[in-house]
């Protein structure tokens, strides 16, 4: 991506969760850094395009994170805290991805909406991999291996609605904490 493509989509980032997917324009994604709107089309193709950029990219990182975390560890706990970790580490230092890809999933048009959530759908079924071979092994104790899955997420999800760097917490305890509350949700024995 270009110097000015990356301006362009760190500047609709912003202003999507700043003020909603709906209620920005590519004038005002152009105005954010200093190019008239008509100009922004010799960049970018849309304001749609966008957004799938901002989601399909967040998308691919938690994947390749989790891919990347869980690589090469063989005892399931360990991989699911590791996952776990590497979810919240996400949502801690990419807050704006986070919010806009929660909130904003309802913008997507067809087919930008299956991709997203055919990835979405990838990502769950991860956790709830390793949870089911948790429980499988009798290492995890569950009512509901998918319900477990989302409760997880749903953590982690909300670490970027309330965490800052300058806070009560290092990211690394953050991190930590959460690998154990996942370890927790899952009935780790």
């Not at 960049?43 to 994947?63: F, N, P, R």
């Not at 904490?177 to 009935?187: E, R």
């Amino acid at each position: 991506m270009t110097g000015r493509a990356a301006d362009i989509k760190a500047a609709a980032l912003a202003l999507f969760a700043e003020r909603g997917y709906q209620a920005t324009t590519m004038a005002d994604i152009g105005a954010a850094i200093g190019i008239r709107g008509p100009s922004l089309y010799k960049h970018v193709g849309s304001k749609q395009e966008l957004l799938v950029q901002i989601m399909t990219a967040t998308m691919d990182t938690l994947l390749a994170n989790h891919r990347a975390a869980i690589s090469g560890c063989d005892d399931v706990a360990e991989r699911l805290r590791r996952a776990a970790e590497a979810h919240v580490r996400f949502h801690a230092r990419h807050r704006l991805e986070a919010f806009v890809g929660t909130r904003e999933i309802r913008s997507l048009e067809d087919p930008h909406d299956t991709e997203v959530l055919e990835r979405r759908t990838r990502y769950e079924r991860g956790f709830r991999k390793i949870i089911a071979e948790g429980v499988e092994a009798g290492r995890f104790q569950v009512a509901s291996v998918k319900l477990t899955s989302y409760a997880i997420l749903d953590l982690g999800m909300g670490v970027s609605v309330w965490y800052r760097e300058d806070g009560e917490l290092t990211e690394d305890r953050l991190v930590y904490q959460y690998g154990d509350f996942a370890l927790q949700l899952a009935g780790a024995r």
